[in-house]
């Protein structure tokens, strides 16, 4: 089962910041398989990213995803109050042995 | 308007069963695999099951291999998890997850969820 880690656990920033949020794989990923989801408090999880850097539908330019291997980013640029939620990695490489990161929790500070 | 709604969640003493149902509409049913995820409280996210568009090709996790049952019936847009031998740990919102890949075999990633629905297993 290919691990995902996220970190940090939680970020706390201020409106207006810059976020930048980790995913790192316990073996290589190709990058098509590798998205990220947003979900926020009594929400279901939204996709954000697809493809280790496409924006799903309707995703604000302001969320950009990157990377490649075992190393991927997401960050999140002037971040607007409706931004502060978690955020989860998910890789399907291994599919049907799908899995989830831990998540990212971006707070107000 | 692709909508995706989940029913069936409540409280089941362990050992217990449960049957998870979810309604789909807006796009073409059986060119799309559907599957369950779910979160414990305050945990993260852990797929549960997948069945692809056709019904052919069915997948669990480990944690609820042989005791969960995934099926759809496409006469009426619904996906189906029957929960057996619950455990204290299999309490969590069941979501229902709409596949992105057009007539996937297998799961991949999800681009439409339901709102979720809640099964507590305690005595």
């Known amino acids: 089962e290919i691990v995902l880690t996220q970190s940090p656990g939680t970020l706390s920033l201020s409106p207006g910041e810059s976020a930048t949020l980790s995913c790192r794989a316990s073996q290589s990923v190709d990058s098509n398989y590798l998205v990220w989801y947003q979900q926020k408090s009594g929400q279901a999880p939204r996709l954000l990213i697809y493809?280790?850097?496409t924006r799903a539908t309707g995703i604000p330019d302001r969320f950009s995803g990157s990377g490649s291997g075992t190393d991927f980013t997401l960050t999140i640029s002037r971040l607007e109050p409706e931004d502060f939620a978690v955020y989860y990695c998910?890789?399907?490489?291994?599919?049907?042995?799908?899995?989830f990161g831990q998540g990212t929790k971006v707070e107000i500070k | 308007e692709v909508q995706v709604l989940e029913s069936g969640g409540g409280v089941v003493q362990p050992g217990g069963s449960l049957r998870l149902s979810c309604a789909a509409s807006?796009?073409?049913?059986?060119?799309?695999?559907m599957s369950w995820v779910r979160q414990a409280p305050g945990k993260g996210l852990e797929w549960v099951s997948f069945?692809?568009?056709?019904?052919?090709?069915?997948y669990y996790a480990d944690s609820v291999k042989g005791r969960f049952a995934i099926s759809r019936d496409s006469s009426k847009n619904t996906v189906h998890l029957q929960l057996n031998s619950l455990r204290v740990e299999d309490t969590a919102r069941y979501y229902c997850?709409?596949?992105?890949?057009?007539?996937?075999?297998?799961?991949?990633?999800?681009?439409?969820w339901g709102q979720g629905t809640l099964v507590t297993v305690s005595s």
């Open positions: 997850a709409k596949d992105w890949v057009l007539q996937g075999a297998r799961p991949y990633y999800f681009d439409y």
């Open positions: 069945i692809s568009g056709s019904g052919a090709s069915t």
């Open positions: 493809g280790a850097s």
């Open positions: 998910q890789q399907s490489v291994d599919s049907p042995r799908t899995t």
């Open positions: 807006g796009f073409t049913f059986t060119n799309f695999g």
